[in-house]
Each structure stands twice: as C-alpha cells, then as structure tokens.
DNA sequence: GGCGATTTGATTGTGCGCAATATTCTTGTG
DNA sequence: CACAAGAATATTGCGCACAATCAAATCGCC
C-alpha cells in the first residue's frame, strides 16, 4: 500500500511533529505555564517569580548562583527577574559581607506572607487528577531531566 | 521523628519545589531546548523556528492560525517569528486570494533544500538514548498534551 | 605582597510567548 | 448596497531565556 509499491518497512517521517519528544515538553511546558498564568495572577506572580518563591520558602537567604542551579536557569535570566521581585517588595537582594562577589536574596516580610496565600496552588491545579499517576510522572520526569541537566555543554 | 513529635502521618511540603510537576516540565523544556540549541544553529534556525519547518515540511502552504494551532502558540508569538524566518529567505507570506484575511505561509526553495540538512536532527539528539523508552514517555506526554490542551480557558 | 586564573553577578542584544488591543476583511441581514 | 457582527491576523507592551561579554572580587601559586 506504501506510495512507492515497495515491500520494504514503511518509513515514518522521522521529521513529524508529532513524533518529537522535545515538542511535546515544548507545547507541555507552554500549556502548562498558559494554566497556571491566571491562577498565579491573584498572587501577582509570574510563573518563574512563583519557582522562585517555592525556592526561597524553602530556605531563605540564597545566592543568585544557588538559584539558578536550583532552577537550571542563569543570571542573565534571574537578575533582572529578582529585581522586578525586589520591586514588588517580596525579595531583597544584598552583598555578602565576607564575600562581596555574592548577593543573596531573602524574603521580605510580604514574601513570606505570600507563603499562606500560596499554599493552595498544587492542590488546584491538579485537582480532578489522579495523584498517583501524577506522582509517577513527576518521578519520570525528575529522572529525565537529571539526565538533562548532566548532558549539558558547559554544565555537566 | 517529626520536628514536632507528634503521631500523625508526615505531610510533606505541598510548595516543595521538586514536588511540583510543573516544574519538571519547565526545566525539561528549557533543558531540551539548550541541547537543540547549538545542533539547530548549523541549519541556522532556533527552536521554535525548527518546529515551523516541521509543520511545513509535512504539508507546504499553511495559515498562521493553522500554524499556530498545531504548535499551541498564538498569533502574537507566530507572527514576528515569520517575519525573521522570511527575512531568512526560508518562508513567504502571502494573503490569501479567496479570503484576503488569511495570511498563508509558505516555502521558499531554500526552506525545501534544508529538510535535506535536517534529518539527521531527531537521531543526533536520540543518540544513546533507549527508543522503546523514548516513545512510551512521548505517548504519555502527548496524551497529557490533549488533555492540557482542552483545559485551556478560551480555546478548549 | 604580587599577579594571573577563576568565580560570581551584571549587562547587552536577540528571540520567543502571551494578553490586550487594533485592523482588516467577510458574512449575514435587510 | 449599507451596516452590524464576527473572524483572522497584526501590533504593542511586558516578561522571560540565553549567548556573549564585562567588571569586580577571590583564590593560588609563587
């Protein structure tokens, strides 16, 4: 049945779309930020500003590097992120004494009240799911991207 | 061993950064994108840019709002994006005759010449990579990718 | 102490990504 | 044909995201 009247395999297009794993973390990825977009809003966040707070209520008083590690994004993207955060008033960022190369940021009070107000974003946003399958796809996808992470040119 | 020595079940930290799905996601796509980065760069083309070849080299002649449909982005991302790509010279645009609000995208000579230089994108990257796993995670993600997609608020 | 290599952030320039809005065209109704 | 309603794309403004580059501070070795 192929076009040609071959007997040889049917080749898939290895160029589909659909056939792309990088594309569906692509549209995942973009989808995903689209739904948490309004949700966020009532905090006056942004999704990367809401990664960021979930780092810093974790343990405050982190350095720009410590964060883009945590985050797997860089400076040139977190710099000028910290400081619409530090204009909002969540965030302070500040020279460390005994090195001076260092700005660490720490929570403002309003930062760390936000934390309340936060608190129920999982559990809406996943609502209607099934939370074990969810669980074994976080699990999935953490193995992924450590591998990611490590496969990096200049970071491995 | 709880902090507070009490009997009830351990509740882990719902704001938990690696327990966020989400942020799998984001990271596996920013993770992806920076290991598409320097392969894509011979052919010239950044990532999304690749991903419009994609669409076009399955079927020439496409409107944006098909274009962007397909690859879940809209107008305000796609547009500018043609624009570089026909200053490329890989894409035209041109109104479409029977119903001059439609803008069709369309491609160049060149833009049918480098699909020659592009198949070898999907192996390069798959490289020392199980395949067998490699789809299974693509259907599972895809199907999530359906389901993101119709969660939308203003295009389910 | 002096001095080059390294580390750490900041800056600059380009390219997405989306909400909100504007513009242009088609369609339906009379 | 005129005109209102709707559809499709373009424009604008803001916020990431990263490569490349720069500046400053620390570290290592002498």
Redesign the interface.
């Known amino acids: 049945m192929s076009a040609a009247g071959l007997d040889a395999p049917v080749e898939a ?24 977009a ?1 949700v966020l809003r009532e905090l006056g966040l942004t ?1 990367p500003q809401y ?1 960021v707070m ?2 810093l ?2 343990g405050d008083g982190v350095s720009v590097g410590a964060l883009g590690r ?4 860089d400076s040139g993207t977190i710099t000028p992120l910290l400081k619409r955060m530090e204009a909002l008033g969540l965030v302070r960022r500040e020279r460390d004494r005994s090195d001076e190369r260092r700005v660490q940021v720490r929570l403002t009070e309003a930062g760390r009240d936000l ?1 309340a107000r ?2 129920s ?3 809406t ?2 609502r209607g799911r099934d939370a074990g399958e ?1 669980d074994a ?2 699990e ?3 193995g ?2 450590g591998l ?2 490590e ?3 200049a970071r491995g």
Do not use: G, K
Request: include cysteine; charge should be positive; hydrophobic fraction near 55%.
């Open positions: 297009d290895p160029l589909a779309l659909d056939r792309q794993l990088c594309f569906q973390f692509y549209a995942a990825s973009n989808l995903i930020n689209r739904l948490y309004p999704y990664l979930l780092v209520w974790e945590r985050l797997h994004l934390r936060a608190v974003v999982p559990a946003m996943s969810l796809l976080r999935t996808i953490s992924l991207v990611l992470a496969a990096q040119p």
